[in-house]
């Protein structure tokens, strides 16, 4: 049973680039978070998904940043014009029935790094 | 304000020693959920175990063991002889399911067993 998948491991971008990073949920899960990890920092709620549907985006920066799963496919973070400040870890969770309630398990992230 | 805190930055022990990580946490609702995260030096999060607020039970688990306290608003998470594999970093973390989606983590231990 595969877990929640994440790729790139490690994307590199030149300022003003677009970064895309891809989350495949655990198989039978339906919602995903996403999570910031900056350098000896925890992590920090970013997004909560459920398809096709943003439940929570609380923690998302105001601009530049998205999110979106589709019924089909992985979910997608998107960072537009991207500054040496989103260089960071970020993790995607997955969870069969959502919420603060159920455990989220988590990818390997991705390691953005901003030139 | 910091709802998990876990003070101790980084820990060295000698392998077959034990040690504990300590983590305290903040909350005014009287339903949530701990939980404690290790992150290897392969970056992955890996699940170790989630606790309720109304289950002050201990937990053991081989040579893992988890003390709640909700007198002290403390989850203390201890490793019995630890070994070189134990190597990682920790996470504590709190989800609050009425007041939203999030987990809220703790920045972290870094635990060095040293052989």
């Known amino acids: 049973n595969a877990g929640v998948m994440q790729n790139p491991r490690h994307l590199v971008r030149r300022r003003g680039q677009e970064a895309r990073l891809r989350c495949s949920p655990m198989k039978g899960h339906s919602h995903v978070y996403w999570y910031r990890q900056l350098p000896e920092e925890g992590l920090k709620f970013m997004v909560y998904?459920?398809?096709?549907?943003?439940?929570?985006e609380s923690g998302m920066p105001k601009e530049r940043f998205s999110a979106e799963f589709p019924k089909e496919g992985p979910s997608i973070l998107r960072i537009q014009q991207v500054v040496r400040g989103d260089s960071a870890a970020y993790f995607c969770a997955s969870s069969p029935r959502g919420g603060a309630l159920d455990t989220q398990y988590f990818g390997p992230g991705t390691r953005l790094t901003v030139l | 304000a910091q709802k998990v805190t876990q003070a101790q930055t980084e820990i060295s022990v000698v392998e077959k020693e034990d040690v504990t990580l300590d983590c305290v946490y903040e909350?005014?609702?009287?339903?949530?959920?701990l939980f404690w995260y290790k992150q290897p030096p392969s970056g992955e999060l890996v699940f170790l175990i989630r606790?309720?607020?109304?289950?002050?039970q201990n937990e053991i688990s081989g040579r893992y063991s988890w003390n709640f306290q909700k007198s002290t608003s403390s989850f203390n998470f201890t490793i019995t002889a630890s070994q070189v594999v134990d190597s990682a970093v920790y996470f504590c973390a709190l989800s609050e399911p009425n007041t939203g989606n999030q987990f809220y983590f703790g920045t972290g231990t870094s635990l060095t067993v040293i052989p």
């Open positions: 998904l459920q398809k096709e549907n943003i439940i929570d």
């Open positions: 606790r309720n607020s109304f289950d002050e």
């Open positions: 909350t005014r609702d009287t339903t949530y959920y």
